[in-house]
């Protein structure tokens, strides 16, 4: 989460724009695939636009609050 770009949060979505580079993208796989393990409370959306990777994470208030309140976000 230190490197992202910018951070939009709304009750039910989250979005974290990173920058892309070779370090980025599969520490964000890995991530996404463990947290899809372990909180299924809320949908997990990884997209590469290129100059940037956008993490996107939706559910309802509380799952969202929370994942929020877990990356510092």
Do not use: H, K
């Not at 490197?3 to 949060?9: A, G, H, M, T, W």
């Not at 299924?40 to 990884?46: A, D, T």
């Amino acid at each position: 989460m230190d490197r992202r770009l910018s951070v939009d949060r709304s009750p039910q979505r989250l979005t974290v724009r990173f920058p892309t580079d070779d370090e980025v993208m599969p520490e964000l796989i890995e991530l996404v695939a463990a947290e899809r393990q372990c909180c299924g409370f809320v949908s997990w959306e990884l997209e590469d636009l290129g100059n940037e990777v956008v993490l996107t994470v939706r559910g309802d208030t509380e799952g969202v609050m929370a994942m929020a309140e877990s990356f510092g976000v």
